[in-house]
């Protein structure tokens, strides 16, 4: 009757939707990229967010030096470079016939404004540091750079790969956060807040031009709906695949192939060392031992996932397994925890959004309860966690943000931060230099440490800077800084006739330059 | 019928205000100072000031309040302290989706219960009205997020007959359909249980009437007395749960987008929350608040239209 | 008043037992309360006892109703999750009736003149604001935690038993047994307290379990999108959170506490229609 007619119409409906869906093409030149994190802004020297290398690195902008996917550096802007016998001057030749997506020419000049801005007044480069022993940059020619350091720098080449280093046009950089304007291969086309990003291959490309006509970065934060936008075919390929307990799913299928590599990304439960009952060597001593990292691994991780005794890379040559130290005794944590004379600490955990936090954080939260640390969970967006509720240090007494923006800390006062524990991965390459630093949440002032990682910036040798490295990891796992915890592994799901996507993560980047579809 | 129509005018802009006070108080007044509020331990009785200023949120409650109102009004619904872009923008992309949605539910739900519950009543204790009342029992306690679920588990994961969610934007309307099918059947299924429930009891409530005895003294047959008679009378309790039913599956599909990673208001106001953006909360709450209100008003105005008693009234 | 007393109970107690509606409905109720009390002295395992090398078991002699992505025992987490869900929605009842019932009976007591417009006209206020988005105001200013979500559910269900007072106290108004109360020269207080009140505990009973049932789905809800009972303690919303991602691998960590919510809603629900027709004996003729 009147029922089954609806019925019918109804049916008619979904059956006509489902088949007015757009077949594709044979040989496809786009590709649907899915990413979980959302960068606030574009522009990589102004942004501490890996999200936004992991869109505009070597697709919108380069730098004079960069990644390739196993890890060395490679030529970039810079077609080749010489290097001073004392190791204080840097020159480099310039690729000619570069230009930015806005059409004006790439030289010298360019490269110069970039350099100097990063550590200049108001900069929000989150890489200062790296840079700061640039004392000056002079245009030689229209393709030549020399650059002079106020004291030897032996990762310098290496630091100028960093996202933080892409050379940047003076016309455009104060709007490359909506508008970015590099030199890359591919050009930005639109940016949908919340959902996608979209770039288009740059006809006008100085270098090997890019495979594919255009790629769509979307964003899918969500575990379930990333599983499902793979086998829709709404995203084509999740580099970082934020449901690995759904990995069997696609090792089964043949439409898929399931990449897993390394990354850079140390996971660690940080402490923060300044406050009390955690400035207690033996206090954090007790939570490191609180911890069962296999347990953490597999039940946030499924398994991916290396446990770790230090910040370093397992998979590095130069890494010192240090577990042990840190090994699973809860027993050992209750003495620990007696004789430092602390009873049922309460202690809160900020947690971001990442499923290695939010899983993590639930199984470490329960492992510290078991040796009777009271632990309150506080979940948090990245926008609270970039903030001095967690990573930023307080702004000092007096500070006035610009503005609607609010204050920052600005270096006038010593750093200092309110947080206990978080959890957190640290993504970029070769960084344990940061807990060298005072500014850093860490909240550890070691003279021994830094002036062990003082002694390497300084060092050629490789030799010596092994040892050295070494060190520096012997160092911060005794006096446990944090808690180590296990190195992300890069779980990548993709379909199958997608070729050129990097195997492993040397630093954050999806690098689309080599990316092609085999059919 | 003019005088009707005034008063019930006059009715919701009184509604839309209050409801609009209520925001306020709770949103600026209740946290005591929204700027440090929102600004957490960032907060410097200077950045506090320096926010306060900048954001407009110096003054007088009485004087903000209008403020804000005569912009939200002008679509002008503040910054976002988050993203830093105007609120509108966000809010204009967003709404293009939850609207939709709640409104797409409802046709679904209302077309399944209708030709349903009148079935049951007019088949009233055979097999058939017996299985309708217990489905809908069933209907009625079933989470709509829940059953969101599990049809995204057969239809999309399993069948591959829908994505599992995401939305293509309106460029292709017939696209924007389709993504948004399971999420509003998901809605609308548990809705229409109860829409079915009250159209069979309402209609079986007028069919027990005295002048439906009359009608069929009178010769009509049983179908004639329902379609002329019975249903005309029985649609005004069903249109005041269709009214209430809009403000149900408005704030259901702002859950229901957590399962299909729907980029609405909901996502945007559950982030808003967590991050203190208090602009951003008080710009959705108070447009969701605005539809439910204006969407009641439609319904009135229906009321009107099926019962011409009511308009006398006013 | 209460000259209705104990023939009419017996009367009521044994139209309820032989109500199907009612023994079935009051049954699965009595068993999820049952269990949430069990849960008080007694689970199987801890419910957030950890288990990680034993996730995602399927139901077993070990774990009656597997284990979930933690390998916590489901059976323990649907049992204090059933406290939760319990306590929130009866509470959150309690408040509407204690606030909204007052207000209605004073609407009906005083009708047409100013305190039943004010009372009306913030009642159609507060529908206009769906308890989502009143929880949403709540947790944005103090933070989302169960008693953020009481009070949100609480909020709206105050509007619906004060119209459903005012709506059945306002019938009543027009009684003999009240005429005659207030030509004795009683207050509208008193009469409202004495003869009113016990009249419309019938009605009021019957939507609490109305009440009590959508409020145990808004709670679910609520925890679901993380605004409502927060972590550690187990809620059967944010079970189905979790559960999500591992619906493919292990659907028995989805379909547990959806069906735990599902029966629970379905018991009230059956135990309030039969409730309803042994009250209204009328009404069954239009319901049956």
């Known amino acids: 009757m009147r029922k089954s007619l609806v019925v019918l119409a109804i049916a008619g409906a979904l059956v006509m939707t489902t088949a007015l869906s757009p077949a594709y093409a044979q040989a496809r030149t786009d590709v649907k990229v899915g990413l979980v994190l959302e960068p606030p802004s574009l522009d990589p020297t102004a942004e501490a967010a890996a999200a936004v290398d992991e869109v505009v690195y070597a697709n919108i902008f380069e730098g004079l030096t960069r990644f390739a996917s196993d890890g060395s550096i490679v030529p970039g802007l810079a077609e080749s470079w010489e290097i001073s016998e004392d190791g204080l001057t840097y020159t480099f030749h310039l690729h000619g016939g570069v230009a930015f997506h806005d059409g004006t020419a790439m030289d010298a000049e360019d490269v110069k404004f970039s350099l100097e801005r990063i550590n200049a007044e108001g900069s929000l480069n989150a890489q200062k540091a790296l840079y700061a022993a640039i004392a000056s940059v002079e245009a030689v020619d229209p393709l030549t750079v020399r650059i002079t350091l106020s004291k030897p720098d032996g990762n310098f080449v290496y630091n100028l790969a960093w996202g933080d280093a892409v050379i940047v046009a003076p016309e455009t950089a104060a709007t490359n956060g909506t508008k970015p304007v590099g030199t890359g291969p591919f050009v930005f086309k639109e940016r949908r807040p919340g959902d996608s990003i979209e770039i288009a291959k740059n006809a006008t490309y100085w270098g090997t031009p890019a495979a594919l006509e255009s790629a769509t970065f979307r964003y899918i934060a969500d575990p379930t709906a990333a599983l499902a936008a793979l086998q829709a075919g709404d995203v084509d390929v999740f580099p970082n695949f934020p449901a690995p307990e759904t990995v069997s799913v696609f090792q089964s299928d043949p439409r898929f192939r399931v990449v897993v590599g390394t990354t850079q990304g140390e996971t660690i439960l940080t402490m923060n060392n300044s406050k009390p009952p955690l400035d207690n060597v033996k206090v954090r001593e007790a939570i490191a031992h609180a911890i069962d990292r296999q347990a953490v691994v597999d039940g946030a991780m499924f398994g991916f996932g290396i446990p770790i005794g230090t910040f370093w890379p397992p998979t590095h040559p130069d890494y010192v397994d240090l577990a042990a130290l840190s090994n699973y005794d809860p027993e050992k944590s209750k003495v620990l925890l007696a004789e430092a004379g602390v009873a049922n600490p309460k202690l809160t955990l900020h947690l971001p959004p990442a499923p290695y936090a939010r899983r993590g954080g639930e199984i470490i939260a329960e492992q510290l309860r078991a040796v009777g640390i009271e632990v309150e969970v506080i979940n948090v967006e990245w926008a609270q966690w970039l903030s001095p509720e967690v990573f930023r240090a307080a702004p000092c007494p007096g500070a006035v943000g610009e503005g609607d923006k609010p204050p920052a800390y600005d270096g006038s006062c010593p750093a200092t931060f309110s947080y206990d524990l978080t959890i957190v991965s640290h993504t970029e390459p070769n960084d344990i230099g940061i807990f060298a630093r005072d500014d850093y949440y860490f909240a550890y002032h070691s003279d021994a440490f830094k002036q062990i990682i003082a002694d390497y910036a300084v060092t050629a040798d490789p030799a010596k800077r092994s040892e050295l490295i070494k060190a520096a990891q012997t160092q911060i796992a005794n006096d446990f800084v944090a808690g180590y915890l296990f190195e992300l592994a890069k779980v990548g799901v993709e379909d199958a006739r997608l070729k050129g996507m990097w195997e492993n993560a040397p630093t954050q980047a999806t690098d689309l330059t080599a990316v092609h579809w085999e059919e | 019928m003019l005088f009707f129509l005034i008063n019930r005018l006059t009715s919701l802009l009184l509604s839309l205000l209050a409801a609009s006070i209520v925001i306020f108080l709770v949103l600026e007044v209740v946290p005591g100072d929204p700027a440090s509020f929102m600004l957490g331990l960032s907060a410097t009785p200077e950045s506090a000031a320096a926010l306060r200023d900048s954001l407009g949120l110096d003054g007088p409650p009485v004087e903000r309040y209008f403020n804000w109102l005569f912009g939200f009004f002008r679509g002008d619904l503040g910054i976002s302290y988050t993203y830093k872009v105007p609120v509108a923008e966000l809010v204009a992309d967003r709404i293009w989706l939850s609207l939709p949605l709640a409104i797409y539910a409802l046709t679904l739900s209302t077309l399944i219960a209708f030709p349903v519950g009148i079935l049951a009543a007019a088949k009233r204790g055979s097999a058939a009205d017996v299985s309708v009342m217990g489905l809908t029992q069933l209907g009625v306690a079933v989470p709509n997020f829940w059953f969101a679920m599990l049809l995204v588990l057969l239809f999309a994961v399993t069948l591959r007959w829908f994505s599992a969610g995401g939305f293509p934007g309106w460029e292709d309307p017939l696209l924007a359909l389709k993504a948004l099918t399971l999420p509003a059947v998901a809605l609308a299924l548990p809705q229409a249980s109860i829409l079915a429930r009250v159209m069979r009891s309402a209609l079986l409530d007028t069919l027990t009437e005295d002048y439906i005895r009359s009608a069929r003294a009178k010769g009509l047959t049983r179908n004639q007395t329902l379609w002329r008679h019975a249903l005309r009378n029985a649609l005004i309790p069903v249109l005041t749960i269709i009214g209430l039913q809009f403000s149900f599956l408005l704030a259901g599909a702002i859950i229901i987008e957590n399962v299909f990673f729907l980029p609405g208001l909901g996502r945007l106001v559950f982030q808003g929350i967590t991050q203190r953006d208090l602009i951003v909360v008080k710009s959705v709450v108070m447009i969701l608040v605005f539809a439910v209100i204006v969407v009641t008003f439609v319904v009135d105005m229906t009321y009107a239209l099926v019962d011409p008693r009511l308009r006398r009234h006013g | ?288």
């Open chain 3, 1 to 288: 008043m209460s000259e209705i007393g104990f023939a009419r109970r017996d009367h009521v107690l044994s139209a309820a037992l032989s109500s199907r509606s009612f023994v079935i409905g009051a049954t699965i109720t009595a068993v999820f309360v049952l269990i949430a009390l069990l849960s008080f002295v007694w689970t199987p395992f801890g419910a957030a006892a950890q288990d990680i090398p034993n996730k995602l078991k399927p139901p077993s002699a070990a774990h009656w109703l597997g284990t979930d992505h933690f390998g916590r025992d489901t059976l323990s987490m649907i049992m204090v999750g059933a406290r939760t869900s319990i306590a929130v929605a009866l509470v959150a009842v309690g408040l509407g009736i204690v606030v909204g019932a007052p207000l209605g009976l004073a609407a009906a007591a005083r009708r047409g003149g100013f305190i039943d417009e004010i009372i009306m006209r913030s009642n159609d206020l507060v529908f206009a604001f769906p308890a989502i988005l009143i929880a949403i105001l709540i947790t944005a200013v103090f933070g989302p935690g169960a008693v953020n979500a009481i009070i949100a559910i609480g909020i709206f269900n105050i509007p619906v038993f004060a119209r459903l007072s005012r709506g059945a106290a306002l019938s009543l108004w027009q009684r003999e047994f009240v005429m005659a109360a207030r030509v004795s020269g009683k207050g509208a207080f008193r009469i409202s307290l004495e003869h009113i009140l016990p009249n419309i505990s019938n009605t009021l009973i019957v939507q609490a379990t109305i009440q009590f049932s959508l409020g145990i789905l808004a709670e679910a809800a609520l925890a679901y999108v993380g605004l409502g009972t927060q972590p550690p303690t187990p809620s059967w919303g944010k079970m189905l959170a979790d559960a999500q991602t591992m619906i493919t691998l292990a659907p028995h960590v989805a379909l547990v506490p959806g069906l735990a919510i599902v029966l629970t809603v379905l018991g009230v629900n059956l135990m309030g229609d039969g409730l309803r027709d042994v009250f209204d004996p009328q009404l069954r003729r239009s319901r049956g």
